[in-house]
């Protein structure tokens, strides 16, 4: 069977027909079926038509490749516009082909040989520099699985610093998360938490900091070790989080904040705003979308929590020549470490996809990344012309890159952008929208590819047969939040 499917399998794939033979008789087997049904249960036990029931003939692999292909072809590629982290994003050439296809950088193991591994950590270690300098934090790891798990990794080091802080286990195990955040990430969150006994609750912030000010002793937070803040949020909200981070913190609790890289260019770092934590994707900086995953994630924190971070950290040491040397510096993975030092058993890293939004970083300097995100500000506010102008305002937040439009026309719009090659969000913000309900919003996210003749074909797909709208107008960032903070300049 293997010889009929291509050479290379059976060259390559398995021990021979003679080396299996020669195995079964050292066993005192007749044949494999023999071997397999004298060592297997009879109770959990397949028989080979059984077990092959509903599987297709096998094929080599170039007609596997031509099936693929077809199958492909059925689908429906259309400009994704939904946001809630997941950007189009324009890769550079350079890093295309030097770092994303060339086969010396997709492996993720060599930074634990650190003689043979320097470049590979260098590149990281301008990851963490980038994550720290961004998000105003000293503190930051060389990437995890995603958003989603950076923000349970956020709640369990809080977890664990409020069990610090009591002797033993949180006694106030509430997780207080920011209503607008993205729906996986709560979700992840959730899950993360049910095991270890904690209760996630949404707040709205505002009402949270309105309630936190009218109390006495921060009552309203009375029971919770962490916040997480998202900005911008799923809606696209942009607000400034200074005095809600330092009522939480007053009362005792652990603030973490969500953030988009892209836009944290134009803004204050968070770590400036009091923010204990920071994660976030950088799928934004020059990584494919990849159908939903994975991105690498970072996170960031101050030095007091060092020895919780989750994954991995890439530090400089000397050689035995004396000469500076990156190695892994800290560890926290089971795997890795001794079993009850380990703080985590997350995903450590994604080597390859760090090291291309740490290279795109340097491909456009802290100026190219400003003028991306500035001329993102702008199609934002051409979009909220042109949709006011056919009778569809958006919510007049601040905001970076989204905009959400309550309207009950939102699934007949949704369609219509649908039709035209755009996917649109159903919903305003963080809600999950089931198959089949009426959504009462609608959302849009622009990124890194949108420019003025998208707008005017979205425009044109959501006005039907009376467009009357096209992109116009400036924006700038807004005056409560400015960035002062020197970055990516080293």
């Known amino acids: 069977m293997t010889a009929a499917l291509s050479p290379f399998v059976a060259r390559h794939i398995g021990p021979s027909a003679a080396d299996q033979a020669r195995m079964l008789a050292d066993l005192g087997a007749t044949d494999l079926e023999a071997f397999v049904a004298e060592v297997v249960p009879a109770e959990i036990l397949l028989g080979s038509a059984e077990a092959a029931a509903g599987l297709p003939e096998g094929c080599g692999e170039a007609q596997a490749l031509a099936e693929l292909a077809q199958l492909a072809g059925a689908n429906a590629v259309r400009r994704s516009l939904i946001g809630l982290g997941y950007y189009g994003t324009a890769t550079p050439a350079v890093i295309q082909r030097q770092v994303f296809e060339n086969p010396c950088w997709t492996t993720a193991y060599t930074p634990y040989q650190a003689e043979i591994a320097q470049g590979r950590l260098e590149a990281l270690l301008n990851f963490q520099t980038l994550i720290s300098e961004l998000t105003g934090l000293p503190i930051a790891n060389a990437s995890l699985l995603d958003e989603a798990t950076a923000a349970a990794e956020a709640m369990a080091l809080s977890y664990g610093v409020a069990g610090s802080a ?270 089949g309900a009426v959504p009462a919003a609608f959302g849009i996210a622009l990124d890194e590819l949108s420019d003025p003749a998208e707008l005017e074909r979205l425009l044109a797909a959501l006005a039907g047969d009376d467009p009357s709208a096209g992109p116009c107008a400036t924006a700038t960032t807004s005056a409560w939040w400015p960035a002062t903070s020197p970055w990516c300049t080293g």
């Open 166 to 435: 009591t002797g033993g286990s949180a006694a106030a195990p509430r997780f207080l998360v920011d209503r607008d955040v993205f729906p996986q990430t709560l979700a992840v969150l959730q899950t993360r938490a049910e095991p270890l006994g904690i209760a996630v609750e949404t707040v709205d912030p505002a009402a949270l900091l309105a309630a936190a000010q009218a109390a006495p002793a921060g009552a309203p937070f009375a029971g919770a070790f962490g916040l997480l803040l998202q900005l911008p949020g799923a809606s696209g909200r942009l607000w400034d989080p200074t005095a809600l981070i330092g009522a939480a913190k007053a009362a005792g609790l652990l603030v973490t904040v969500a953030v988009d890289p892209l836009a944290q260019v134009l803004l204050a770092p968070v770590g400036q705003l009091g923010a204990d934590i920071a994660v976030g994707s950088s799928q934004r900086f020059g990584v494919p979308m990849g159908f939903g995953g994975p991105h690498a994630a970072f996170f960031a924190t101050r030095e007091v929590h060092q020895r919780r971070i989750p994954g991995r950290l890439v530090g400089q040491s000397l050689d035995v020549e004396g000469r500076p040397a990156l190695r892994l510096a800290l560890q926290t993975r089971e795997q890795h470490i001794r079993r009850d030092k380990a703080t985590s058993n997350i995903c450590t890293a994604q080597v390859l996809l760090a090291v291309m939004a740490g290279f795109y970083a340097v491909h456009h300097g802290a100026e190219g990344l400003a003028a991306i995100a500035r001329r993102i500000l702008v199609l934002r506010a051409a979009l909220a012309h042109g949709l006011a102008e056919l009778g569809l305002e958006p919510r007049p937040e601040p905001g970076f890159d989204t905009l959400s439009v309550d309207t009950p026309r939102a699934a007949e719009l949704i369609e219509r952008a649908a039709a035209a090659g755009f996917n649109l969000r159903p919903g305003a913000g963080a809600e999950v929208v089931v198959p």
